[in-house]
């Protein structure tokens, strides 16, 4: 990738202007054409750098309700699955996570180092509960062991991979972080949703199509993207990348036990840094003692090490559990309303 296509990536991944020709308008920012624009993005997504365009929904704010699970899935021996032992298959964690991977609300669902070795989210509409369908997935698969680990507070939620700066670019000053308010719901119709998930088309007037679809004219359906994104329906519309594809090899999540009232300053410590997407306070438990999670890229395992001991330092916390990514199983866009 040369300079233009990074400070592409860098672009979609943040705003994805809401005009009419929207390519046109990115291309004016960075010195070039729509044409040039388009092509570019083309030939990323057939790369597979880019893995889609479009509306990023605010699960909660749209009624739906999501929780990461975390399962300790025996890996060798027999397993206990819907009341009778059977054989474990050459890989009981591949067994277990294809049956998770097939849930239509599992939209992440990776193997990681651990004692509890499957992490998964499960999005459902509020109308479900979640608890009762991890212990249900739990009993499907003979799980005994098993973490619930809803929210209690998001602090960042921002996945952004930043390719035009340097790898080991300056960690943000530190001050306290609120955590991001409570969404209240808001009345998007499920038709809207369910045209603005789908990836957008790579030409001149991409919104085009779901106007059609939709009956609105561009301009209506631009103003209600506008709308809802000040509502907190939509966080954005925007690109998301394949970290690996586009040079961020390493990823890790990190789960830390900040003794009482150091937590606020260990979520700031941890949002100042560039390298963290996620930052989010769960429950605990007699099993689990970890109250805050962090998810971390880099270019290098080295490179998330180094974050993770800025942090440490910084906050002056030194229990937390890595938990690095050994193989993904699934990752895909939250489909709404299908």
């Avoid at 088309?201 to 609105?216: E, H, I, K, Q, Y």
């Amino acid at each position: 990738m040369d300079t233009l296509d990074k400070d592409l990536l860098t672009a979609l991944q943040s705003e994805f202007p809401l005009e009419v020709r929207p390519f046109d308008a990115l291309g004016r920012k960075l010195g070039t054409n729509e044409r040039e624009i388009i092509d570019r993005v083309t030939a990323l997504k057939a790369e597979g750098i880019i893995r889609q365009i479009s509306a990023i929904f605010d699960s909660a704010s749209i009624g739906y309700r999501s929780t990461l699970i975390a399962f300790s899935v025996p890996e060798e021996g027999s397993q206990r699955s819907a009341g009778k032992r059977t054989e474990t298959p050459d890989s009981n964690i591949e067994r277990v996570a294809a049956s998770i991977s097939a849930h239509e609300g599992v939209s992440h669902n990776y193997q990681r180092v651990g004692h509890y070795n499957l992490w998964f989210t499960l999005t459902l509409p509020q109308r479900k509960s979640t608890e009762k369908e991890a212990a249900r997935l739990a009993r499907l698969n003979g799980i005994d062991d098993w973490q619930f680990l809803p929210a209690i507070r998001t602090f960042k939620i921002r996945f952004q991979l930043d390719m035009s700066k340097k790898p080991h670019a300056a960690p943000k000053p530190v001050e306290p972080v609120p955590p991001a308010p409570a969404r209240k719901p808001v009345r998007v119709p499920p038709a809207f949703i369910r045209e603005l998930q789908k990836d957008l088309p790579l030409v001149s007037r991409p919104f085009l199509p779901a106007a059609r679809a939709l009956g609105f004219s561009e301009d209506t359906i631009i103003k209600r993207i506008r709308r809802y994104t000040e509502s907190g329906a939509i966080r954005r519309i925007a690109a998301v990348l394949r970290q690996k594809k586009a040079g961020f090899v390493a990823n890790v999540m990190v789960a830390w036990a900040p003794k009482p009232g150091r937590l606020e300053r260990l979520a700031a410590c941890a949002v100042a840094q560039q390298r963290v997407s996620h930052c989010y306070e769960r429950p605990t438990s007699a099993r689990w003692p970890y109250s805050l999670y962090t998810m971390i890229h880099g270019r290098s395992m080295k490179e998330c090490e180094a974050v993770i001991d800025e942090i440490a330092r910084k906050a002056r916390v030194s229990r937390h559990a890595l938990l690095p990514t050994v193989k993904e199983f699934k990752k895909v866009r939250v489909s709404y309303h299908t």
